[in-house]
């Protein structure tokens, strides 16, 4: 996708959605097709659903042709279905033919068997080997994301050579990013990267190989984790990655636009989990109410089925709650404690490993350190819950075992909040599993059984 011009007010489109609608109307399409002309595609996709189907089969139809394409890559995937089952063929053709590889990619593998198929008639041969190649990889990668759309340089060209080659290049594909170019040998295997200021900057006839940068290091894996990806991104602040095979050979690119939307959908989860809800891909607004019911009571069935344990704590020591009925008034504050000082430390953790900070190597690190965290706040939440339950209860006893136990609680939580979700990076699960509903939950049961067995040593009238 081209870049849109960074001063356009954002929206813009919808201030002339209304006169846009009346040339409509009035068959003036000379003037809609000046008033798109000067658009940006993000802004028209983004207010793409204010129009009639009937209005945007004209639309489409009105728009230049590589503006089309842009448009169609940022519509989403209903709309896109739409305009592909109500053009004629060669206007799906051009728009398949031209779209990025990786955009392409992404539509095809949303589409039924059949529907892949006469698509497929449509496109040039070359196009549909590179939607099949990229069709095999598993979502998540980074060959699922990568575009195999680049220019690719020969380590024996000359600068003279290579600027002809992308010149040729452009000529076919207006977007093709040429600032950064990599270099192969013979077999197609990654030597280095050009820049392009530096190829412009050489002698004609300077060899590439005498110009590139060497790339060792700089590379990812076709099989490469997205978020592994990104993370390389941001350790080397680069724009642009090559993506190679286990023959080293150079496969595809990966742009950070492409890493950017990783990223977001990568964080848009991670809060979804961290806040007990299964993920939901459609925006907000746009999600089926009834789908939204069943991804958010999901996980708080599940919380109450754990939850449920504690009232099975309460119900076991009933004797003691009889005997001092104060027990129950300070239920709430230890396990509202303890959760909140779990859901720190796993908010912290899991971010932590989303970014790269630590690893699961640094776990006895991470646990000691969050433990003496703990041990601090502990402390200091056990001093404070002393005074409030002397100041209500007058009742030292009482005090001192309210005190302990919030103590106690906040230090396990800490620890566990720390070292769970490092655990499950570990057996290869999604750290962010280890919500903080899920780990107030498991600090609540805990919580509730160091309560009882610490109230039963301190005071002498439980049984």
């Not at 209903?78 to 305009?83: I, V, Y």
């Not at 056990?382 to 230090?411: F, K, P």
């Not at 610490?454 to 009238?461: C, E, N, S």
């Amino acid at each position: 996708m081209s870049d849109q011009n960074n001063k356009t007010p954002p929206n813009i489109a919808r201030l002339f959605i209304p006169e846009i609608k009346t040339l409509l109307e009035a068959k003036k399409f000379s003037g809609v097709k000046t008033i798109l002309s000067e658009i940006p595609s993000i802004d028209i996709a983004e207010r793409w659903h204010e129009f009639s189907e009937k209005e945007k089969q004209l639309i489409f139809k009105m728009l230049a042709a590589d503006l089309a394409v842009e448009v169609f890559e940022f519509l989403e995937f209903e709309e896109q279905s739409f305009l592909l089952n109500n053009l004629d063929n060669q206007e799906v053709s051009n728009v398949l033919n031209e779209m990025s590889t990786d955009d392409r990619a992404d539509l095809f593998k949303d589409l039924p068997p059949e529907v892949i198929k006469k698509f497929f008639r449509l496109m040039k041969k070359e196009e549909v080997e590179d939607v099949r190649e990229l069709m095999t990889y598993e979502e998540g990668t980074a060959g699922a994301i990568m575009n195999t759309d680049f220019a690719e340089l020969k380590r024996e060209m000359s600068a003279r050579a290579a600027i002809l080659k992308l010149q040729d290049s452009l000529s076919f594909d207006h977007d093709l990013d040429i600032t950064s170019n990599f270099v192969t040998d013979a077999d197609g295997k990654l030597l280095g990267v050009v820049q392009l200021p530096d190829l412009m900057k050489s002698p004609p006839d300077m060899l590439i190989k005498n110009i590139m940068e060497n790339v060792e290091f700089i590379k990812v894996d076709e099989y490469t984790p997205e978020e592994d990806a990104a993370q390389i991104f941001k350790r080397y602040d680069l724009n642009i990655a090559p993506v190679i095979n286990k023959s080293n050979e150079l496969v595809g690119i990966i742009t950070v636009d492409d890493i950017v939307d990783v990223m977001e959908q990568e964080a848009t989860e991670d809060f979804e989990k961290i806040a007990a809800v299964l993920p939901v891909e459609e925006p907000y607004m746009e999600a089926d109410f009834f789908k939204l019911v069943w991804k958010r009571s999901f996980w708080l069935v599940l919380l109450v089925v754990f939850e449920s344990m504690s009232a099975c704590i309460l119900k076991m020591n009933h004797l003691a709650i009889n005997n001092m009925l104060a027990l129950t008034f300070f239920v709430p504050v230890l396990i509202a404690m303890g959760g909140n000082a779990g859901t720190q430390s796993a908010t912290i953790i899991i971010r932590s490993l989303a970014v790269g900070d630590i690893g699961v190597k640094d776990f006895l690190k991470v646990v000691f350190r969050e433990s003496l965290l703990g041990v601090c706040m502990g402390l200091i939440l056990a001093v404070v819950g002393s005074v409030i339950v002397s100041l209500m209860e007058n009742n030292w006893h009482l005090s001192l075992a309210v005190g302990i136990s919030m103590g106690v609680t906040v230090i396990l939580a800490a620890t566990l909040g720390a070292g769970l979700p490092i655990i499950f990076r570990k057996f290869k699960l999604d750290p962010a599993l280890m919500s903080g509903p899920l780990i107030a939950t498991i600090v609540d049961i805990v919580g509730l059984i160091i309560y009882f067995k610490v109230a039963q040593l301190i005071l002498p009238i439980l049984p």
